[in-house]
């Protein structure tokens, strides 16, 4: 099963949420059954590593994040089985890219939170409390998801 995370940027929410559901994956055991990765939909931090304020809320939660950034192209809508938009601005951006059969791999994030729906906020022009915040929807969210395998 192939997961693909994405938000816009693609150094704030969506490396998070690959960092949140590899941890999760790891404490189960079940490494052979996934893969994941995450992607943007625009194109402004290609190569980028994580902001730094993604990167010390992972440290704070103990979860190891490790990737740079890339952009999401129509060949990603093929290759993975579950493509998790982080706001339904990235939704509308992926569907602009998928075909009928792919457009129905894709899902918002909080469709799997059981506290909420809708955004997982852009925390980009926030502070260090709106990544709190959007660690604990990713958190549930990732729960969410991992229970519903
Ligand atoms: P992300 O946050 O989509 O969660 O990675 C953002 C990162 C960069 C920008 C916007 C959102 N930006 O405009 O550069």
């Known amino acids: 099963m192939k997961i ?3 938000c816009l ?3 704030c929410r969506s490396p998070l949420a690959e960092a949140i559901f590899n941890e999760k994956v790891r404490q189960r055991g079940l490494q052979k059954e996934f893969q994941s990765d995450s992607c943007g939909t625009g194109n402004y931090h290609i190569g980028d590593w994580p902001d730094g304020r ?3 809320c992972a440290q704070k939660n ?3 994040i490790n990737h740079l950034g890339r952009q999401l192209t129509r060949s990603d809508l093929e290759d993975f089985d579950l493509i998790l938009a982080m706001d339904r601005s990235n ?3 992926i569907f602009a890219l998928a075909n009928t059969e792919t457009k129905s791999k894709v899902k918002l994030m909080r469709s799997y939170d059981p506290l909420g729906t809708g955004d997982v ?3 980009y022009y926030g502070n260090e409390k709106d990544f709190d915040e959007v660690f604990e ?3 549930r ?3 969410g998801l991992v229970k519903s395998f």
């Open 121 to 123: 906020p852009d925390p």
């Open 91 to 93: 939704l509308k951006n």
């Open 137 to 139: 929807i990713l958190d």
């Open 141 to 143: 969210s990732v729960e």
């Open 54 to 56: 993604a990167i010390k």
């Open 62 to 64: 103990n979860i190891l």
């Open 4 to 6: 693909l995370f994405v």
């Open 9 to 11: 940027g693609n150094i």
